[in-house]
Each structure stands twice: as structure tokens, then as C-alpha cells.
């Protein structure tokens, strides 16, 4: 479908709407770009990151969540880096929780600190957690996290399902020459747990670009792969969309399988979503470059009206769509400092 560009008139200074007229109410937050993994998609080894000034406080994360709510977004994922190992999280997701017209929040997590943390974050209101979990073979995941335990993960969801972080969503990124065999596994868990796994066409950024690039799995192969072990499944969801996830079952399953194919079948079209980078940045779009500057403003003393006037500004301009089929890949920025 080709964008139309909407007149300016639609504009409301009450809303955050983009010149396409598409409502943009969902944000994610990267609580910071820190993390306790590597995972080969996500960073190199070495990845050094920034230093906690640099990165939003957690009075400046709490302001910033009310201008957000204030203009409509009611709808958070926390996610990092990995946002369990930010200091205070608990707190955060109590403040964040309680800021008025914030109606779900949930987190993206790697799920090695949720045994310990699960129950906590569950009384604090979040809502529900995303684990990323890319195999179910002990030394697969090591090679794919570099420093992972697979067992932790594991405590960690069926803590997160004991706690009542329902419904467990599972994210996996499929690595050729890494664990595309593991598939038919991951998604034989739907069979006797109420999951929904969903695995991500793996997307460029900076640093490990040539990974992403060259050992890309598609979700068509990956769908493939399943149906020839499991046998074919069926469209969940009356064939809609379940947030950016076109989601199938098995024969007789408990849960779901999704295909989250935002390269080979981007779902821009329907995009509701900003994303705030750890370092306070408002990003439009995660795979393009275009950012604007919140943090530095709300430092150097900008009113509320001021940022409000910059966040509704910036929406306006989100861009369409990504360009990863004429090869625009966003280089400022590693995954882990955007957040997915
Ligand atoms: N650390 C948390 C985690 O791993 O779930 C949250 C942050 S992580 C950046 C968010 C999601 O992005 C995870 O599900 C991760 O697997 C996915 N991801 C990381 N790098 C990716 C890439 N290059 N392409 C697609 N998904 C990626
Ligand atoms: Fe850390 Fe998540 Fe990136 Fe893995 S995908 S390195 S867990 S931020």
C-alpha cells in the first residue's frame, strides 16, 4: 500500500498523529542499553556502553512517561538493553504503572533475572513479559547469548507464568548455522503450554551488520521448516494480526505460533509506535535513522508545553516505513540501545 500524505489540518495537538493519519499510541522504552548477554544478533563481545549520566534517571523516565500518556500513549513495553538489570526497576514499573491513561505495560526480557524478579514486577502492576529464547539446546544458547544459561531462562518463564505475567510471549531469533533446526522444538512447546512463540525475521543495525545480514532466516523458511516436522497449521486470530505477529496454531495446541516477518513483510502500514532509546531520544521508527532529541532539552529546563510541542512535532515526521529493500540500513544505532 503506498502512504497518503494527510493534510495538516488533521493535526490535534492532543493526539500524536503522523502526516499519514496513523495514531501513534504505543511506546516502548529502553531502560537502558546495558546488558547481562551478548547475543550475536544484538551486539559484539566487546560492546562497551554508556555511562549511567548519560542515560535517562528515573524521575526523567517517570516525566517523560506522563508528556507521552498526556498525548494518548497508552500502551508501554519496557524493554532495554536488558531492563532488569536497570537499578530500581521495580519502582520504575510502579511509577510507570500508576501514570494516568498508561492502561498496559509489559517487558521485553531475557528472562535470566525473573526467577528473582518476576513476583516482584508482578506486584508492582506490570502487566506481562516477552522472553526471548532462541533454543532449547543448553549449547546452542550459550554459542547464540555468549554468556547465557538456558536454565536460568527457563526458571525465569515459568516463573513469570506462576506470577501471573500472562499471556507468556516468547521471542526467538532464527541465525542460519545457529539454530534453525531448533524451530520445530520452540514451537512443539505450544502443545502443552498456553505460549505464544514468536519468531523474529533478524533485522540490520550497526556493529554486527554482516551477521544480520548474511545469515538471515526468513519467516516463510521457518514456517516451512515447522509445518514439514508438525504438520500444517492454522491461522489464529481470525487471520489478523496480533500486533505486528501473524499468529498459527498446531493440531491440538495449547498456544500459538507467530511470524514476526518485519523484513520480508513489513506491517509499517499499521504502525502505531515510538520508541524511546535509553539515552532519551525519540526514536520514529526502528529502522530508520531519524531521532529527536528529548532528553537534552528537558536537561537544559524546556517546559512541558516545549517537549510536548517536540514529541508531536517529531510523530508528525514518522517516516512511512523502512527502507531495507532498496538497502537503507540504520547505522547509528545498536539494537540494544533502541530496544526492539
Ligand atoms: N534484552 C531483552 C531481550 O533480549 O528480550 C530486551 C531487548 S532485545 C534488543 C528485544 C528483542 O529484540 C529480543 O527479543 C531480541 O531477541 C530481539 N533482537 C535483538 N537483536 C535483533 C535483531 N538484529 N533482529 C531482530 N530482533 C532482534
Ligand atoms: Fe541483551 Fe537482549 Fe541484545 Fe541479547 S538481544 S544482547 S539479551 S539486549
Request: glycine share 8%; aromatic share 6%; charged share 25%.
Amino acid at each position: 500500500m503506498s502512504p497518503v500524505n494527510y493534510p495538516n489540518r488533521l493535526y490535534n495537538p492532543s493526539m500524536a498523529i503522523d502526516r499519514f493519519g496513523r495514531n501513534i499510541h504505543y511506546l516502548r522504552i529502553s531502560l537502558t542499553d546495558h546488558c547481562n548477554l551478548r547475543c550475536i544478533y544484538c551486539m559484539t563481545e566487546d560492546q562497551t556502553f554508556r555511562p549511567n549520566p548519560e542515560l535517562m534517571q528515573d524521575d526523567e523516565i517517570l516525566l517523560l512517561t506522563r508528556l507521552f500518556a498526556s498525548l494518548g500513549f497508552d500502551k508501554i513495553r519496557l524493554t532495554g538493553g536488558e531492563p532488569t538489570v536497570r537499578a530500581h526497576v521495580v519502582d520504575l514499573v510502579r511509577g510507570i504503572v500508576s501514570t494516568e491513561g498508561v492502561r498496559s505495560v509489559s517487558m521485553t526480557t531475557n528472562g535470566v533475572l525473573l526467577k528473582k524478579l518476576a513476583q516482584p514486577l508482578a506486584d508492582a502492576g506490570l502487566h506481562r513479559v516477552n522472553v526471548s529464547i532462541d533454543t532449547l539446546d543448553p549449547e546452542k544458547f550459550h554459542r547464540l547469548t555468549r554468556w547465557g544459561k538456558l536454565q536460568d531462562v527457563w526458571d525465569g518463564i515459568l516463573a513469570a507464568e506462576k506470577a501471573g505475567l500472562t499471556p507468556i510471549k516468547l521471542n526467538a531469533v532464527v541465525v542460519k548455522g545457529y539454530n534453525e533446526e531448533d524451530v520445530v522444538d520452540l514451537a512443539r512447546l505450544t502443545v502443552e503450554h498456553p505460549w505464544q512463540i514468536r519468531f523474529i525475521e533478524m533485522m540490520p543495525f550497526a556493529d554486527v551488520t554482516d551477521v544480520q545480514t548474511e545469515q538471515i532466516i526468513t519467516a516463510a523458511q521457518i514456517q516451512d521448516r515447522i509445518e514439514s516436522k508438525l504438520g500444517r497449521m492454522e491461522a489464529s486470530n481470525d487471520g489478523k494480526l496480533d500486533g505486528e505477529a501473524r499468529v498459527f496454531h498446531l493440531p491440538g495446541a495449547q498456544g500459538d505460533v507467530g511470524f514476526i516477518s518485519s523484513v520480508t513483510h513489513p506491517f509499517c502500514s499499521a504502525c502505531t509506535r515510538a520508541r524511546l532509546t535509553a539515552d532519551g531520544r525519540l526514536r520514529l521508527c526502528l529502522l530508520r535513522e531519524k531521532e529527536v532529541d528529548l532528553l537534552t532539552p528537558l536537561r537544559a529546563g524546556a517546559s512541558l508545553d516545549e517537549l510536548r510541542q517536540l514529541l508531536l512535532d517529531g510523530v508528525w515526521q514518522k517516516p512511512w516505513g523502512h527502507g531495507l529493500a532498496e538497502g537503507i540500513i540504520p547505522l547509528n544505532r545498536a539494537m540494544n540501545e533502541i530496544g526492539g
